[in-house]
T-cell receptor
Framework: DQQVKQNSPSLSVQEGRISILNCDYT??????FLWYKKYPAEGPTFLIS?????DKNEDGRFTVFLNKSAKHLSLHIVPSQPGDSAVYFC???????????FGTGTSLTVIP | DAGVIQSPRHEVTEMGQEVTLRCKPI?????LFWYRQTMMRGLELLIY????????DSGMPEDRFSAKMPNASFSTLKIQPSEPRDSAVYFC???????????FGEGSRLTVL
C-alpha cells in the first residue's frame, strides 16, 4: 500500500508563475519529509526537506509547507523557470527505521 | 567526492538470461537502498541494507530477485531468470542517516526482450 501519494501525475505552469506540487502521506510516524527532483536519464537529486517540528522551510525559490493534521505537504516554486521542468518526488521517513518512502512523482513542465 | 556509482548504465538482454546490476555507495554511508522506478508505483523500494546487513527485502518482487552486499563499498542486485516485465530503471542509493536523505546513482536501465 502506498504510504506516500502524489495524486497529480503532471502539472504545466507558465514561466514566472507559481508551481505547487502536492503530496499526502498516511503514516503518522513519519517525521522527516523530502523532495527530490529528477531529470531524464539521471538519478533523483535532493531538493529540499522539512522536519515534522516545522511547518515551513524555504530555500531560495523553493518552499515546502507541512500540514501534520492533514498529513499533507506541498512544494512551492516561485517564480517557475523552464529549467525546473522535471519529475518531482515526495519522500518521507521516520526515526524508527531508515527507510524512505516515495510517491509516484509529478512531472512539472514550465512553459517559456 | 564520487557519488553513488552504478553499472551498467544500460542493459539489454533476452528473457531467461541472468542480469547483475552493481552499485558502489558513497564512502562512509552505512545504508544502501535498491529502488525500481515504474510508472505505476514511482520509486519502489526493493531492499535496503544497514551496515551491510539486509534489513528489509519485502519489496523484492519474487524469488527471481536477490541482492547482496559483501562489503561496505559494493552491492549487487541479481535477476535470474529475467522477464520482460522486469524492464525498468533500477536505482541504487546510499545514506548516512534518515535526516540526511538519500543520494542516488544515475540508474541502470534494464530492457528484457
Amino acid at each position: 500500500d502506498q504510504q506516500v501519494k502524489q495524486n497529480s501525475p503532471s502539472l504545466s505552469v507558465q514561466e514566472g508563475r507559481i508551481s505547487i506540487l502536492n503530496c499526502d502521506y498516511t503514516n503518522s510516524m513519519f517525521d522527516y519529509f523530502l523532495w527530490y527532483k529528477k531529470y531524464p536519464a539521471e538519478g533523483p537529486t535532493f531538493l529540499i526537506s522539512i522536519s515534522s517540528i516545522k511547518d515551513k522551510n524555504e530555500d531560495g525559490r523553493f518552499t515546502v509547507f507541512l500540514n501534520k493534521s492533514a498529513k499533507h505537504l506541498s512544494l512551492h516554486i516561485v517564480p517557475s523557470q523552464p529549467g525546473d521542468s522535471a519529475v518531482y518526488f515526495c519522500a518521507a521517513s521516520s526515526n524508527t527505521g531508515n527507510q524512505f518512502y516515495f510517491g509516484t512523482g509529478t512531472s512539472l513542465t514550465v512553459i517559456p | 567526492d564520487a557519488g553513488v556509482i552504478q553499472s551498467p548504465r544500460h542493459e539489454v538482454t533476452e528473457m531467461g538470461q541472468e542480469v547483475t546490476l552493481r552499485c558502489k555507495p558513497i564512502s562512509g554511508h552505512n545504508s544502501l537502498f535498491w529502488y525500481r522506478q515504474t510508472m505505476m508505483r514511482g520509486l519502489e523500494l526493493l531492499i535496503y541494507f544497514n551496515n551491510n546487513v539486509p534489513i528489509d527485502d519485502s519489496g523484492m518482487p519474487e524469488d527471481r530477485f536477490s541482492a547482496k552486499m559483501p562489503n561496505a563499498s559494493f552491492s549487487t542486485l541479481k535477476i535470474q531468470p529475467s522477464e520482460p516485465r522486469d524492464s525498468a530503471v533500477y536505482f541504487c542509493a546510499s545514506s548516512l542517516s534518515h535526516r540526511v536523505g538519500l543520494f542516488f546513482g544515475e540508474g541502470s536501465r534494464l530492457t528484457v526482450l
